[in-house]
């Protein structure tokens, strides 16, 4: 079995009360309406035919709630999310494992009763969050009651990256241009998360909270020496006291992440996660629909990507099933 831990999909009902909500022309409007496969389950079910043994754990797509909505239309349109998710896993057990709640993170108070319904009446394995949180660091300490929260539960939290055209790429422009923010600025945020994550404490003070991120940490498996240098470097050369509060050392705070495959293709750039941090904390996930054929492309590169690594067969499948079942505790 192939469990994919970050396809990502907009369900139909929701949707339609997503366009309600949001401005005409919204941010990344014109792409959801190009991805039938997001919303259609024809779509979606044609394409996962042609891989035996595929399922997925259902995240909602972008755009996150809290940059449409305002803090109470936020709550209704993630409960219905949520709700249609559920649905799904229950209607459609052979396709979906499971489900990833979606929370209004402009709102705390709500976002803390809605993860509590998603993961004990939903049954829902955990929860995504998108960075920045309207512009703010995933360590902003109004978000740690949830983070306490999770660790209590055991369940993982999904951090998707994002940033858009509007974030240029010079201070002297107004725009960024050629994909650069996509491309490069979202592994970027990745890596910015989860290091305010670790230097923060909050890693520290919740020893057990687990985060899967996406496009395989970022950049942070590519840059390790750098980072155990810099921060070396920084208090030898500058005094500085960002260590303050830890226990261990950075670079093994960055080890605690789960990483998952979502590189569209590329076997050493997996190589390079899994010098990194091992078999035992990658995850398989295609990033599905987000391509040019509609979902197909993704998963078949993956998958072969996978497959192409230079690691036992029992690793594979620790990167294939073994590690989302023992994480999300799913059913054999």
């Excluded at 470097?233 to 093994?252: S, V």
């Amino acid at each position: 079995m192939k469990i994919d831990v970050f396809p990502h999909i907009l369900p139909i009902k929701y949707k339609e009360a997503l366009y309600r909500v949001a401005p005409p022309g919204f941010y990344l409007q014109n792409v959801i309406d190009s991805l039938p496969t997001l919303f259609s389950l024809d779509h979606r079910f044609r394409i996962m035919d042609k891989y035996e043994g595929l399922v997925q754990v259902l995240t909602l797509s972008a755009p996150p709630v809290e940059m449409i909505a305002d803090s109470d239309q936020a709550i209704g349109l993630a409960q219905l999310a949520n709700d249609e998710m559920a649905e799904l896993v229950a209607r459609y057990p052979s396709r979906f494992a499971a489900a990833v709640a979606c929370l209004p993170m402009n709102n705390i108070d709500a976002a803390l009763k809605e993860a509590d319904r998603a993961i004990n009446d939903l049954k829902f394995r955990g929860v995504q969050l998108y960075t920045p949180i309207d512009g703010r660091a995933l360590d902003s300490p109004e978000f740690v009651p949830l983070y306490e929260k999770m660790s209590q539960y055991d369940l993982p939290i999904w951090i998707h990256p994002q940033r858009g055209a509007d974030h240029a790429d010079y201070k002297a422009e107004n725009r960024s241009r050629y994909m650069i923010f996509h491309i490069f600025g979202w592994p970027y945020e990745t890596a910015a998360a989860m290091t305010r994550l670790i230097f923060s404490g909050i890693l520290e003070r919740y020893p057990n909270l687990k985060f899967i991120t996406h496009h395989a940490g970022g950049m942070v498996p590519y840059l390790e020496e750098r980072i155990i240098g810099a921060y070396d470097h920084a208090e030898l050369l500058r005094g500085a006291k960002y260590k303050q509060g830890l226990t261990k050392a950075p670079i093994d705070y960055f080890k605690m992440f789960y990483y998952d495959t979502a590189l569209y293709g590329s076997t050493a750039a997996l190589m390079c996660g899994y010098a990194f941090c091992g078999a035992d904390h990658m995850l398989f996930a295609t990033d599905m629909p987000y391509d040019s054929e509609l979902g197909d492309r993704y998963i078949r590169q993956t998958i072969r990507s996978v497959e192409q690594m230079d690691i036992s067969e029992s690793e594979k499948k620790k990167i294939f099933e073994d590690n989302a079942r023992s994480l999300l505790r799913l059913r054999a």
